[in-house]
């Protein structure tokens, strides 16, 4: 494993030049869509999570910590554009439970998926006394090159495996919204670790590249060790918590759900 991200991350990523070097910023495009403006103590606490179509495993985890946070005594809502795969990849985890909801925005760009998601966040502030959180899908294709929108970006959260490739995914996410928007806050989930130590080291990782770079620090939100019940629960379409409550990696999904709550919570009363 590599001493620092960075360091690979044009291996992976040729078209990314390192943080440090200078970088000519993005061309600013002819037209935005309006964007939704709100004061954040009306909206109902958003948080971004970048899942592509073709991650089951990603937006199986993301829907099941939605889950758990309902079982907190929260409401938890999802957001995703209306991607090809959208309707199907979180048709397991959170979207069997009465009290999460998965809502398909006709959101075809990052700025309208932006618009929208403000929209629905303030609009269930409004409608609604609940506690909870609101959870907006992004592709994560829908990130490069036009400039990203801060107002969907306030706070961002990662769930990457132990692996390289992954953990240099996360980076480059974290340094394309800390661009936009640098006083992001950033929640990073590592799963798939074989053990503990490893999973610790590839947070570690990720955490130090993130504030030796990009100035920035990134909250811990658990550790899930690789656990074939992960996927056991994928493949009957329920989440975690309802096929294999009892798991190691649903014990560790809770603990995550709690940090999420807490942190929803703490904004709401701001």
Do not use: C
């Amino acid at each position: 494993m590599p001493r620092d991200l960075a360091d690979v991350l044009h291996y992976f990523m040729p078209e990314l030049a390192r943080p440090d070097e200078e970088t000519s910023a993005p061309p600013e495009p002819n037209v935005h869509p309006p964007k939704a403006e709100a004061p954040a103590d009306d909206l109902l606490p958003l948080a971004t999570v970048p899942v592509a179509d073709s991650d089951l495993v990603r937006a199986g985890l993301v829907a099941s910590l939605a889950d758990e946070v309902t079982g907190l005594g929260g409401r938890s809502i999802i957001l995703t554009p209306d991607t090809p795969n959208a309707r199907a990849m979180f048709a397991g985890g959170g979207g069997n439970s009465e009290t999460t909801r998965i809502e398909v925005l006709d959101a075809h760009s990052i700025h309208e998926l932006a618009a929208a998601a403000v929209d629905r966040a303030s609009a269930l502030k409004e409608d609604e006394a609940i506690d909870g959180v609101v959870i907006a899908r992004v592709p994560p294709a829908w990130l490069e090159g036009d400039e990203v929108p801060g107002e969907l970006f306030d706070w961002l959260l990662l769930f990457t495996s132990t692996h390289e490739r992954n953990l240099v995914d996360a980076y480059s996410l974290a340094a394309r919204v800390l661009r936009e928007n640098p006083e992001a806050e950033i929640g990073v989930t590592v799963h798939g670790a074989a053990a503990r130590r490893e999973g610790e080291a590839a947070f570690g990782l990720l955490a130090r590249s993130v504030e030796q770079h990009l100035g920035r620090s990134v909250a811990n939100y658990g550790l899930l060790l690789e656990d074939l019940d992960i996927y056991r629960s994928l493949a009957a379409g329920q989440a975690i918590g309802r096929a294999h409550p009892d798991s190691p990696a649903n014990v560790s999904l809770r603990e995550a759900a709690k940090l999420v709550f807490e942190r929803a919570r703490k904004t709401a009363f701001h």
